[in-house]
């Protein structure tokens, strides 16, 4: 598949679990984003790595963390999740910072139990 | 920060007809602001976008307008088709962030 994947595509998780989402791009990219897309609501950005640099938090909880180890890949690690974290979180891919025009990957739906 | 509001929230059309979503922001700074469509499922794809030196753009059946004073813009969809039901989101940008409009689930009627 080209452009922006995200795996898994559907996540069960209990509150006392850790886990990871991934995305990774093919677009030759060097920014990457983290949206949560809850019910109703607008897309909220999260996380926004520019060359592998975090450059945005927009005051995130610490149970999510962010990681991103070159500009391909972007992981979003979480721990001790509250219900209402349950979204469906998106990763999206821009030629830089300055380019306004993102790419979306599928999602991963999310539900904390 | 920028704050995005986007009308209706809802919006079902007869198919044929036009459908019409707006968006007003509140950042001056704002310069660019595209459309994305989400179907059912899926990932949100742009559609079509509009910078702040632009007052009028269009693409097929589907146009954007900007009024720059007055902080709002505005999607324009003509001879709606079942295939156009989905949420419409309108953004702005303002540096490198991206603000959303909450969405526009539109219905098409056949």
């Known amino acids: 598949e080209t452009g922006v994947t995200q795996t898994p595509r559907h996540l069960v998780m209990g509150m006392t679990n850790k886990k990871s989402l991934k995305c990774e791009q093919h677009?030759?990219?060097?920014?990457m984003y983290w949206y949560k897309q809850s019910a109703k609501k607008p897309l909220e950005l999260m996380f926004v790595?520019?060359?592998?640099?975090?450059?945005e938090n927009n005051s995130v909880p610490s149970r999510f963390s962010p990681e991103c180890p070159n500009s391909s890949h972007l992981f979003l690690h979480l721990h001790t999740l509250q219900p209402e974290d349950s979204a469906l979180y998106l990763c999206?891919?821009?030629?830089?910072?300055?380019?306004?025009?993102?790419?979306f990957g599928p999602g991963t739906r999310l539900t904390v139990t | 920060g920028e704050n995005v509001e986007q009308h209706p929230s809802t919006l079902s059309v007869q198919e044929g007809d036009s459908a019409v979503i707006k968006c007003t922001y509140s950042?001056?700074?704002?310069?660019?602001f595209p459309w994305y469509k989400q179907e059912l499922g899926k990932r949100p794809q742009l559609i079509i976008d509009?910078?702040?030196?632009?007052g009028e753009k269009k693409d097929q059946r589907i146009a954007v307008t900007l009024n720059k004073t007055a902080k709002h813009f505005s999607l324009h969809i003509t001879e709606t088709q079942p295939e156009d039901s989905a949420v419409y989101f309108c953004?702005?940008?303002?540096?490198?962030?991206?603000?959303f409009g909450a969405g526009t689930t539109v219905t098409v009627r056949a």
């Open positions: 999206a891919s821009s030629r830089e910072t300055s380019s306004p025009e993102q790419y």
């Open positions: 677009l030759g990219h060097n920014a």
């Open positions: 790595y520019n060359f592998k640099e975090q450059t």
């Open positions: 950042d001056s700074a704002s310069n660019y």
């Open positions: 509009i910078r702040s030196n632009v």
């Open positions: 953004a702005a940008i303002n540096d490198y962030k991206l603000s």
